[in-house]
């Protein structure tokens, strides 16, 4: 008899994300999917807009990484006004830079600190009720307060470039509306010792140890689990170095050859497709030289450090050599090294944000310019979760046409679809009872993408979850709910 | 739960996301070192994102984020009210039904089919004309609703997020009893 369990992520009754796995006769995994169950019609009620109001509008889709889109819209747009990264005034480019980073910092921050910490210092299989930020606040009280603290620097920093924490309005087309006075950037590099940009490099750096910490007493799982090999695509500078704000883009294979050649992004079309399937919101997106099949990729911490050279900053460089030796210079294909990758991003960030806050063009005075204006822009940035890409048309009324979108979770989907159905092989076949495990396991990979829909839901806790085995015939057959105690 | 039994009094709080974006629920994490404050003063298992299916105790505070979309959406808010003895909408989609209800002057056709089958990315990737439909997805409704008009709201929150200090502000008071600041700073309707 054939079965299907499914796995719904508490959110599913909120609206989000669920798992079904199909069991064969022989009790064997045979197939998974991840739906997204939520469906906004975002390109559609925004046509007829006017293009100005992209940036503030679309970041609304998620408030997790507003700045994301917020900048990846500006970027759309400064190319319908005609400035482009070309002509950009310095001083814009080094505030959304700014921005873009405090950002990242952020993200990274209650990624690892919040969502993923308790993991690496209780382990997956300590009871539940502990493995939250406020269990680690219990026990490891400095560590949790750094956490909290860096993810407050971030947005901080955010709030005094785009002039609010969440959805902010600094970024307009063509350049931003405000700079930073030099008394804002000194107090952040050099003010209170416990809250300025050297601390938070260090604080950097303390969570990298503890990751590596973690990966040396755990080695088997933190290398085997969901470990899977794929294409990776991310964006690099003109040099191939890392850079989160503007590049080209580039995708490797599993053995580390590149099939995407350091394209300009507003070609994007020409490389990359995306597929529509039945049972799920998400699109799926690959590249059209490989096709549907083989033409998936990862996008992230994960693939940005596959896909780039070196990173420009010197202690993330150092970090990263010792991650690049980790897998012989080829591509890392471990699920779980996501974790790592995205610690040597953390402290990558934080010596940007230094280097940028020392910049006097974040105080000049030349905020924005407009050349000849066009009728279509293409935005492409790299969120904390992977590659963004935003694409706008305008009429002669500049009011938006069509709107393009394709988010770092949707690249991700074919990926995460493919680490669920591994965790899922690992743990459940043979079985017909729904363990405690087998709804870690799931939890654990999907976690380790870091997808808005599961980083958003388990912010303060642990991603409750909930498994049903059905028969053919819808009959439940066994139903567990992970008890929060 | 018995790990609380002795600590009688401390109110519980549930929150959720409905059609909303997290920003919400992210600008909370914004009241940062005040977090650790809050879980002393409020009873946090029945934690935001808790299975709500298995509200099995009375919650004192239900704190709602984004409006309904789907038939989804509707039946967590539903229960929310039945469980919930004082129900918050916070934020612009809650209140108002925010950006999602952009879409409530047009037809949900027009907004599926404009998604996957006229997408510049899909074409030629689509020869089938896909449009999702699936058991396992729930049924979107004809337009977005604002909470109010589906079940009684005892509070709202502006804002798009509610700054950090106004939810710390307005959830302090609520929880002690006492009247909010009315912090004209903090207080927006963005
Ligand atoms: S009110 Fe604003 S921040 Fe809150 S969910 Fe809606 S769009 Fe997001």
Redesign the interface.
């Given at each position: 008899m054939i079965k299907n369990i499914?796995i719904e992520p508490?959110?599913?009754?909120?609206?989000?994300g669920?798992v079904?796995l199909q069991v064969d006769e022989h009790g064997n995994i045979s197939s998974s999917?991840l739906?997204i169950?939520e469906?906004?019609?975002?390109?559609?009620?925004?046509?007829g807009r006017p293009y100005w109001e992209a940036p503030v509008?679309v970041q609304?889709?998620?408030?997790?990484c507003?700045v994301s889109h917020h900048l990846a819209a500006a970027k759309a747009t400064d190319e319908i006004v005609g400035a482009g990264v070309e002509h950009l005034p310095e001083t814009a480019l080094k505030m959304r830079q700014l921005m873009h980073y405090g950002q990242f910092f952020q993200s990274h921050a209650?990624h690892f600190f919040?969502l993923s910490s308790p993991d690496f210092l209780f382990g997956v299989d300590a009871p539940v009720?502990k493995r939250?930020?406020?269990g680690v606040?219990a026990e490891f009280s400095d560590l949790?307060?750094q956490g909290?603290?860096m993810?407050?620097f971030g947005?901080e920093i955010i709030e005094a470039t785009a002039g609010k924490?969440?959805?902010g309005t600094g970024a307009i087309p063509g350049g931003i509306n405000k700079n930073l006075s030099p008394e804002q950037r000194k107090a952040f590099l050099h003010g209170d010792p416990e809250f300025n940009a050297s601390r938070m490099i260090e604080w950097a750096e303390g969570a990298i140890e503890v990751f590596l910490n973690y990966h040396r007493d755990n080695r088997n799982f933190v290398d085997g689990f969901a470990s899977f090999p794929s294409n990776h695509m991310s964006m690099v500078n003109e040099d191939g170095g890392l850079d989160i704000y503007h590049g080209r883009l580039r995708a490797v294979n599993a053995e580390g050859e590149k099939i995407l050649k350091d394209i300009d992004y507003r070609d994007?079309?020409q490389y990359?497709?995306?597929?529509?399937?039945?049972?799920?919101?998400m699109?799926f997106?690959y590249l059209k030289s490989l096709g549907?099949e083989k033409g998936w990729y990862r996008v992230g911490p994960l693939a940005r450090l596959n896909c780039c050279d070196y990173i420009p900053t010197p202690r993330a460089q150092e970090a990263f050599e010792k991650f690049r030796e980790y897998t012989n210079g080829k591509p890392n294909n471990m699920s779980m090294h996501m974790h790592w990758a995205r610690l040597i991003e953390t402290l990558f960030a934080a010596e940007m944000i230094e280097r940028l806050l020392q910049d006097d063009a974040l105080s000049g005075e030349t905020l924005s310019y407009q050349g000849t204006k066009k009728f279509e822009g293409i935005g492409v940035i790299e969120a904390p979760r992977g590659t963004l890409i935003h694409?706008y048309r305008i009429g002669d009324d500049d009011l938006i046409t069509?709107a393009?979108l394709?988010v770092s979770t949707t690249h991700n989907n074919q990926p995460m679809n493919e680490a669920v159905f591994r965790a899922a092989q690992a743990t459940f076949n043979g079985r017909t009872i729904v363990t405690e495990g087998m709804l870690n396991a799931v939890e654990v990979a999907v976690r380790a993408y870091d997808p808005?829909l599961s980083c958003?839901?388990?912010?303060?806790?642990?991603?409750?979850l909930?498994v049903e085995i059905q028969d053919a015939d819808g009959n439940i057959l066994d139903t567990r709910?992970?008890e929060?105690? | 739960m018995k790990n609380s039994s002795h600590i009688k009094s401390k109110p519980v709080i549930a929150t959720t996301s409905l059609a909303g974006c997290f920003g919400c629920h992210m600008s909370l994490l914004d009241i940062d070192e005040r977090i650790l404050q809050l879980a002393e003063l409020v009873e946090f298992d029945k934690s935001p994102i808790n299975d709500i299916k298995k509200i099995s105790r009375p919650v004192d505070f239900g704190l709602i984020e984004g409006g309904c979309c789907n038939s989804e959406n509707v039946e967590v808010l539903r229960h929310f009210r039945d469980n919930c003895k004082y129900l918050v909408s916070v934020g612009e989609c809650a209140m108002m039904g925010g950006l999602p209800a952009m879409r409530n002057q047009l037809s949900i056709r027009e907004c599926l089919e404009e998604a996957y089958l006229n997408s510049p990315s899909v074409q030629g990737c689509n020869e089938e004309g896909i449009i999702p439909s699936d058991d396992e997805l729930p049924i979107l409704l004809n337009k977005v609703y604002p909470c109010h008009e589906i079940v009684k709201i005892d509070y709202f929150i502006p804002g798009c997020p509610p700054r950090a200090d106004l939810l710390w502000d307005v959830l302090t008071s609520l929880i002690l009893g006492t009247s909010p600041k009315d912090q004209y700073s903090v207080f927006k309707y963005d």
């Open positions: 499914t508490l959110t599913r009754v909120e609206g989000h669920k079904t999917r739906h169950v469906f906004r019609g975002f390109e559609k009620f925004i046509q509008l609304r889709l998620c408030g997790i507003p209650l919040h009720s939250n930020v406020l606040a949790a307060r909290i603290m993810r407050k947005q924490k969440i959805h994007y079309l990359i497709g995306e597929e529509v399937r039945a049972w799920s919101y699109k997106p549907k694409h069509m393009n394709i808005c958003a839901t388990h912010a303060l806790g642990q991603m409750p909930m709910i992970r929060l105690e | -």
